[in-house]
């Protein structure tokens, strides 16, 4: 059984210097990562389902058997004030989160469905306009849903199917591997959240450009583990990473690609709108990097992978344990 989610514990006694202590224990505060936290709550009702043998529940799509590659089925569910705040912006991110899930696993996307709440149609509608301009940026047809206008709230879920010739994988990471980030910088803030838009104003071909790195990494056997940089912030996504593969991490905190003038509190927790981790071969590095700096993206060797179950980070002389994943699980998807 896995147990409750609790403050992680360094494995050594050394003394480490407070301003990179304090920065990661914020971090590990920061409310997305308790959100992934609460998948370990649900695992021993989800254990009952109909299970579908073949490929391990938690990555960020199901992979489905199919005649030829693979099928690939996500979905995601937004926080109701975002929803109320930003309808417009939130019915992009349905759209935009969803493609970017598809890619993290090295596919493409094929069509997106959604389920819409609302206390009536002014606010469902800007959800909507949102849906089908992003629709229109990544090509992606809205083909179905569910539509409620007399709710007590503002609520967005959206579903999404896509294809894949080749997998990248939460579970595919393996120790003596780079871990690469891939960002796109060009953007602002999407205030009050810390949702880094680096989307709604790029031309669109640039977008389906950016995204298409990915299939194309998987395809070439240059990259064998990805996942797309969620509300968990860069830690928190690299911790369920690693979680999946069963390795751990040693990060240097300066190698990470950040904007200028953006704290590393903020940005260690943002929700970039092309953000994501991926681990590759040592000799395969370089090749990946090229790939997203030809198109004017930031990427970075930003630390490799080992054996042991914990996550490190380290700022020139120092060294902080960010999560001990053997002693404390965050969803409690695992390998083993």
């Not at 090295?106 to 009536?120: D, H, I, R, S, T």
């Not at 579903?159 to 120790?175: E, K, T, V, Y």
């Not at 903020?266 to 790939?291: I, K, M, N, R, Y």
Request: aromatic share 8%; hydrophobic share 45%.
């Amino acid at each position: 059984m896995n147990r409750p989610v609790q403050l992680p514990q360094t494995s050594s006694a050394e003394a480490i210097p407070v301003d990179l202590q304090a920065l990661l224990e914020q971090v590990r505060h920061y409310a997305g990562i308790a959100h992934k936290a609460d998948i370990q709550q649900l695992q021993p009702a989800m254990a009952k389902a109909y299970a579908l043998t073949g490929y391990p529940n938690g990555d960020d799509c199901a992979v489905l058997p199919a005649a030829q590659g693979y099928q690939l089925l996500a979905i995601e569910g937004f926080m109701n004030r975002f929803v109320e705040h930003d309808p417009w912006f939130a019915g992009w991110c349905g759209v935009m989160v969803n493609v970017s899930d598809i890619a993290a696993m090295g596919g493409k996307p094929v069509a997106v469905v959604n389920a819409l709440w609302g206390q009536g149609a002014e606010q469902a509608s800007l959800v909507m306009e949102g849906m089908a301009a992003a629709s229109r940026a990544y090509q992606v047809p809205i083909v179905g849903g569910h539509t409620n206008l007399r709710s007590p709230q503002e609520q967005l879920s959206v579903a999404i199917l896509g294809q894949a010739d080749a997998l990248l994988s939460s579970f595919a990471a393996r120790a003596g591997q780079d871990v690469v980030m891939a960002v796109d910088l060009r953007g602002n803030y999407q205030r009050p959240f810390l949702n880094w838009n680096a989307a709604t104003s790029a031309p669109a071909e640039r977008l389906r450009g950016d995204l298409a790195l990915l299939p194309m990494l998987a395809e070439q056997g240059l990259a064998t583990a990805a996942k797309d940089i969620s509300q968990a912030g860069t830690l928190g996504t690299l911790i369920m990473l690693l979680e999946c593969s069963g390795v751990g991490a040693e990060i240097e905190l300066e190698a990470i690609p950040r904007p200028a003038g953006v704290d590393w509190q903020d940005w260690l927790c943002s929700f970039p709108s092309f953000g994501f981790l991926l681990s590759c071969a040592p000799e395969h590095t370089a090749q990946v990097l090229a790939a997203f700096h030809q198109r004017d993206l930031a990427a970075a060797r930003i630390g490799h992978l080992r054996s042991a179950q914990e996550c490190w980070v380290s700022r020139g002389d120092q060294r902080a344990c960010f999560w001990n994943i053997a002693r404390t699980p965050l969803t409690g998807m695992s390998s083993g």
